[in-house]
């Protein structure tokens, strides 16, 4: 009696969890491809968008740095009280000035190419296998030009970057939804079998 009840459970039971997989990848497809879509046309306002959060993430750890400020047992309340008042400056400083937050963000974005690039061509230029070097030596020059391209001009590369951030992000949105679409195939073909 005790597998007459089991049985059922356990026919049911693979087709549902494919069935979820297929619309939760269906549902974050289609969220991918919106959002590739609004960042590809929309590039400047994206980047608006990610510095005001930038900004916000700075007064947020502000304010938690200040909150520890009054904590008697804090042993470095001082500093923190120091370093929550500049998180909050910077904070209000990166919401209210767009164009300083976003020229940031590019010159972070150059620096680490930069570093990158060095990095890469140093291993293919040193590196024992031979197998290889070219790659890594064609890569570290192309991240070092990159680099001091965005860093010359950070906020005109940066809405270039978005853009192409966009367009991938679409091309993965469809890729997942043709993925899902073929899991539910092979979903309805499973059920339908016998």
């Known amino acids: 009696m005790h597998t007459q ?19 939760t990848s269906l549902f974050l497809g289609v969220a991918t491809l919106i959002l590739g879509v609004i960042v590809s046309f929309h590039p400047a306002g994206s ?79 040193s590196g024992g296998s031979r197998q290889g070097r070219a790659w890594w030596i064609v ?16 906020t005109s590369s940066l809405t270039f970057l978005a853009a192409l951030l966009g367009i991938w992000f679409a091309v993965m949105g469809l890729l997942q939804i043709v993925g899902a679409l073929m899991l539910r195939h092979s979903v309805k073909a499973a059920t339908a079998r016998p």
């Open 5 to 23: 009840t089991q049985q059922p459970v356990t026919a049911g039971t693979p087709a549902s969890p494919l069935a979820g997989a297929w619309q």
């Open 47 to 125: 980047l608006n968008v990610v510095a005001v959060l930038l900004g916000v993430l700075m007064l947020i750890s502000g304010i938690f740095h200040l909150s520890r400020m009054f904590d008697a047992d804090e042993p470095h309340r001082i500093w923190l009280g120091i370093a929550g008042l500049l998180f909050i400056v910077a904070g209000v400083v990166l919401i209210r000035h767009l164009h300083l937050t976003k020229a940031i963000i590019g010159l972070f974005v150059g620096t680490v190419w930069i570093v990158q690039g060095v990095v890469s061509l140093v291993a293919g230029v």
């Open 139 to 154: 890569f570290g020059l192309l991240s070092i030009i990159a680099g001091i391209v965005v860093v010359a001009i950070p």
